[in-house]
Structure formats: structure tokens, C-alpha cells
Nanobody
Framework: QVQLVESGGGLVQAGGSLRLSCEAS????????GGWYRQAPGKQREFVAN???????NYGDSVKGRFTISRSRARNIMYLQMNSLKPEDIAVYYC????????WGQGTQVTVSS
């Protein structure tokens, strides 16, 4: 069993910042290859960012230059630093541990007020 627990979501004004965290525990407790996705109301789940075992990262076009993915030295916590937030960033954010199988967190709501 693998558990991914997200935290750090909330309400922020446009232009503000939030940092999301995702802690892994259980049978697999390290983020060698992990990612963040988001789902806005009425839309499909969208790729935000991911990080590979060698530390290389990728970002979705809509967040490049504003969001930063990272992980703890022990690799058991993955972070998403979100700066310059916009109303279009409003979504439920999910962390994922790539498999197979893939494991998902429960999601954390991010709301940005204009």
C-alpha cells in the first residue's frame, strides 16, 4: 500500500504564492519519479510538472517560469512552489508517483482570487 498525502492548498490573491507538499509513505515512500497534475472544474486533468530520478524536470506550458517542482533530500516529500498565481490556476492539484502502477494523492484545492 502506498499513501500520498498532499497539503498546502488554500486561497490566495492573484500574484501571490503557495507551496504544495506531497508526502509518500507505505510500501513505496520515495519520489524517484513524481509529478503534479491539476483539474479545474469541467476540464480534464492537466499535467503541471514532473521530476525524474536524475533530477531533471518538466513543466506544462501554462506554468513555466512560475512554478517549481522539487523534492526533499530523502525524496519522501515532493513540493510544488507556485508563484505569480493567476485565477486560471484555480484547480484541485494532485501529486502522483509514477509506476507502474501510478499512485495518486487525494488532491488539494487551490483558489486564486482576482
Amino acid at each position: 500500500q502506498v499513501q500520498l498525502v498532499e497539503s498546502g492548498g488554500g486561497l490566495v490573491q492573484a500574484g501571490g504564492s503557495l507551496r504544495l507538499s506531497c508526502e509518500a509513505s507505505g510500501r513505496i515512500s520515495v519520489f524517484n519519479h513524481g509529478g503534479w497534475y491539476r483539474q479545474a472544474p469541467g476540464k480534464q486533468r492537466e499535467f503541471v510538472a514532473n521530476i525524474y530520478p536524475n533530477g531533471s524536470v518538466n513543466y506544462g506550458d501554462s506554468v513555466k517560469g512560475r512554478f517549481t517542482i522539487s523534492r526533499s533530500r530523502a525524496r519522501n516529500i515532493m513540493y510544488l512552489q507556485m508563484n505569480s498565481l493567476k485565477p486560471e490556476d484555480i484547480a484541485v492539484y494532485y501529486c502522483m508517483l509514477y509506476g507502474p502502477p501510478n499512485y495518486w494523492g487525494q488532491g488539494t484545492q487551490v483558489t486564486v482570487s482576482s
